[in-house]
């Protein structure tokens, strides 16, 4: 079964740092776009970074020049780096990946559960 697991999530004081990381587990022979998603309290799912599987990064304005998104494909991995944390960013973060080739076959728009972030003031 094809998962796709994330961690580093916490409580962390403004200008803190924390590091996401996304791994996707399972027969997996190739990855799309993978990103981040930011669902704070009351708003809807909004993306904060994505990288494409040859390295082309994409970020919300709001976190440009403080978050910095990578990921290594061989070991089916994504992370974000996130510095200089503000109470704003506060909410649930989800992995995401536009696209997994399987075993099973081609999934799309794939999720994982969440890791939560927050930043106290």
């Known amino acids: 079964q094809v998962q796709l697991v994330e961690s580093g999530g916490g409580l962390v004081q403004a200008g803190g740092s924390l590091k996401l990381s996304c791994t996707a587990s399972?027969?997996?022979?190739?990855?799309?776009?993978m990103g981040w998603y930011l669902q704070a309290p009351g708003k809807q799912r909004e993306l904060v970074a994505s990288?494409?599987?040859?390295?082309?990064?994409n970020y919300a304005d709001s976190v440009k020049g403080r978050f910095a998104i990578s990921r290594d494909n061989a070991r089916n991995t994504v992370n974000l780096q996130m510095n200089s944390l503000k109470p704003d960013d506060t909410g649930d973060y989800y992995c995401?990946?536009?696209?997994?080739?399987?075993?099973?076959?081609?999934?799309?728009?794939?999720w994982g559960q969440g890791t939560q972030v927050t930043v106290s003031s």
């Open positions: 995401n990946a536009n696209w997994l080739h399987t075993y099973a076959g081609l999934l799309r728009d794939y």
């Open positions: 990288i494409t599987s040859g390295g082309v990064t």
């Open positions: 399972g027969r997996i022979s190739g990855i799309g776009t």
